[in-house]
């Protein structure tokens, strides 16, 4: 298995990331295409290469795809201010020239599910991607996927934005369109297994979850698993445009795709072909396994994501109200030091109890006030120890979920709120001290929880800068 080079053109991407951290634990060489390399390099295995390339120049391809045995094609231009039609057409035909040229044996490309003569622009370009590849002559495995549930996927978060901000919901009529979503888990799974099918020609595999539903039906069962009651009342004369206007409206952050994304939304995208349950030893979950999943995983990604690393890339943040990353809200902010990161890491693990939150301490024992005047568990707990933490020790109304000597620590909120809250400290060297990220984290639960987020966020401005600006002083004084 290891020995064969596979390439993947995609992997900075949702699912090429994905399947990516697959590859490499099924323990396969891999090689990545990159533009910016440098932005991969931290997120891959010591055993996986990475090449400057791009797709829009043919230069770099025929170096990048030398000695490859199989390769995934995972690049779409949907986000291209440009037309994405032609831009995915021209990235295509560069790629698959490439591949010939390189004689790679077979090509695994992720598509659209959708038949018929009134496909959107979107479905179209997919499936006319795949025409492109399999026209070089290089075998193609061409999976054409229904909406992918998973965190951070584009449907979804679409689906989780309108659930999460609006109570009642005026819906178009692509909202009651049939659709067979897929959980991300079996994507992976099925482009995984792409590379171990024997037949040499190629193929085209319709793939989709066990669930025939609609965009009402999904976003009804997140609500349920939410906790959230929520009212949808249909209005058919909204036109796809007004749909991308609302939609770009209420989930900002795909203002760009909206309309695109709408247009495809009102194609049904179900499985009418069978074969891939034949070729493919596996059995897709259901769309409420789907979203409890994608849930699930969000928390498992959240413990092991550097939030910091997303925010400094993303250099800095004007918003007044924290950054979004999928459904939590973040308020970072860094400071410096002229002291190694132990001493720092003393001064935080000895945060609460007895000694105190550093700044306006007067503020934390009110919140505790108000926490116990609403059943909570206020600031009574205190802490094991005065100065040691350890994972799954209280202290005051957080309790530790991870502890990194040195390096991290993070609380998790157990107040009463309207969502769950964390607070965080990564420590990092940065010259001849060290550099403190402190992150206040929330994920609001519905309209509520947003509200509280705004509400109190002025006052987090205040309280978690002064706190950061103590702790940094703190540190500084310890001889």
Known sequence: MGRNLIFIAGATGYIGGRLLRVL?????????????????????????????????????????????????????????????EKQDRIAARNFATSARRAGVRRIIYLGGLGSGDALSSHLRSRQEVGNILRDSGVPVIELRASIVIGSGSLSF???????????????????????????????????????????????????????????????AEYARQRGLRRIMISVPVITPRLSSLWLALITP??????????????????????????????????????????????????????????????????????????NRLVDSRVAHVKVPSERVFAVICRLGGATGWYYANWLWQLRGWLDLLVGGVGLRRGRRHPEELRVGDALDFWRVEAVDVNRRLRL????????????????????????ITQNAIFDPVGLAGLAYWYAVYPLHRILFGGMLRAIGRKAEQIR
């Not at 390339?53 to 390769?71: K, N, R, Y």
Request: glycine share 8%.
């Open 24 to 84: 490499e634990a099924k323990g396969y060489r891999v090689r990545c295409l990159a533009r910016r390399p440098e932005y991969l390099r931290p997120r891959i295995g010591q055993a996986t290469e990475v090449v400057a390339g791009d797709v829009f120049a043919p230069e770099t391809l025929d170096a990048a795809l030398s000695g490859v045995d199989q390769a995934y094609y995972l690049v779409h231009s949907m986000g291209s201010a440009e037309s994405f």
């Open 253 to 326: 952050v795909y203002a760009r795709t909206g309309r695109k994304l709408v247009d495809s939304i009102r194609n049904p995208t179900i499985v009418r072909d069978s074969a891939a349950l034949a070729a493919f030893d596996i059995r897709p979950l259901g769309v409420a396994a789907a979203i409890a999943a994608a849930l699930r995983n969000e928390d498992l990604e959240f413990a092991a994501t550097r939030w910091s690393d997303s925010l400094s890339a993303a250099g800095a943040q004007p918003t007044w109200a924290g950054v979004r990353f999928g």
């Open 157 to 219: 978060e679409m689906i989780r934005a309108l659930v999460e901000r609006l109570p009642v919901m005026i819906t178009p009529r692509w909202v009651s369109v049939t659709a067979q979503p897929i959980a991300v888990r079996d994507v992976l799974d099925y482009l995984a297994g792409a590379l171990e099918l024997t037949t040499a020609e190629s193929r085209i595999f319709e793939i989709g979850g066990n669930d025939r539903v609609s965009y009402k039906d999904i976003m």
């Open 412 to 435: 998790l909120a157990e107040m009463k709120l309207p969502g769950r809250a964390w607070l965080e400290y990564l420590l990092e060297p940065h010259g001849s001290g060290t550099r």
